[in-house]
Antibody, heavy 121, light 107 residues
C-alpha cells in the first residue's frame, strides 16, 4: 500500500527554523516528482514546492523562495523541507504529496496525513 | 500565475440530489485539471485527473468534464458520506494553483 508519513512539525518563534520530513513507501519513490502543499487554518490549499525525480528540477512558490529548501534522498525514500526565517503566515498544515508523473504535468495522487507548523511568539 | 475561480463557495443539498461545482481558469489549461475531496480533519484525496478521468476506486457518481478554461464537477445521487470540501487544481503551469474550495453540506 502506498504511504506518505510526515514528521517534524511543531511550534516555532518568528524567524526560527524547522525541518519537515516525509517517509514514503509502497511505490518507486525515485520515479516521481514530489511536492509540499500547505493549508493554513480554515483556509484552502496552497502549493509550496516541488522536486523532480532526480532532484534536477526544483520549484518554489514565490513567498517561500530564499527561505525554504526542498530536497530528497531516493536511497532513503524520503522528502524534506527545510524552512528558515519562518513567519506567522507560514502557519499551516504541511502535506507531502506525490505527483502522478516524473515531470510537472500531473495531479497529486497520493497525500500524507499532514504535519502542523505553528509560527508564533 | 493562473487563477482558478471555483463556485459556489458553499452548497447545501439533499441526499439523492445532483450537485454541480464549476471551476474557471484565467487562461487555457487544456485538460490539466484535477478535483480533490477533503473531509474534515483529513488530507485531500484525488478524485478526478485530466479533467474527466475518474481515479481507481472512486464511485461512479463522481464525474468531471470540460477543457480549456471551463470545467464542471458533478456528484449524481448525493450520499451522506460526500460531506466534504472539494477543490479544483490546475497543473498546466507552475505555480500549481487551486480553486478556493466548495464546502458541501447535507440538508
Amino acid at each position: 500500500e502506498v504511504h506518505l508519513v510526515e514528521s517534524g512539525g511543531g511550534l516555532v518563534t518568528p524567524g526560527g527554523s524547522l525541518r519537515l520530513s516525509c517517509a514514503a513507501s509502497g511505490f518507486i519513490f525515485s520515479s516521481y516528482t514530489m511536492s509540499w502543499v500547505r493549508q493554513a487554518p480554515g483556509k484552502g490549499l496552497e502549493w509550496v514546492s516541488s522536486i523532480s525525480d532526480t532532484s534536477r528540477y526544483i520549484y518554489y512558490e514565490d513567498s517561500v523562495k530564499g527561505r525554504f529548501t526542498i530536497s530528497r534522498d531516493n536511497a532513503k525514500t524520503s522528502l524534506y523541507l527545510q524552512m528558515n526565517s519562518l513567519r506567522a503566515e507560514d502557519t499551516a498544515v504541511y502535506y507531502c504529496a506525490k505527483l502522478s508523473v516524473a515531470g510537472t504535468g500531473g495531479a497529486f495522487d497520493v497525500w500524507g496525513q499532514g504535519t502542523m507548523v505553528t509560527v508564533s511568539s | 500565475d493562473i487563477q482558478m475561480t471555483q463556485s459556489p463557495s458553499s452548497l447545501s443539498a439533499s441526499v439523492g440530489d445532483t450537485v454541480t461545482i464549476t471551476c474557471q481558469a484565467s487562461q487555457d489549461i487544456s485538460n490539466y485539471l484535477s478535483w480533490y475531496q477533503q473531509k474534515p480533519g483529513k488530507a485531500p484525496k484525488l478524485l478526478i485527473s485530466d479533467a474527466s478521468n475518474l481515479e481507481t476506486g472512486v464511485p461512479s457518481r463522481f464525474s468531471g468534464s470540460g477543457s480549456g478554461t471551463d470545467f464542471t464537477f458533478t456528484i449524481s445521487s448525493l450520499q451522506p458520506e460526500d460531506v466534504a470540501a472539494y477543490y479544483c487544481q490546475q497543473y498546466d503551469n507552475l505555480p500549481y494553483t487551486f480553486g478556493q474550495g466548495t464546502k458541501l453540506e447535507i440538508k
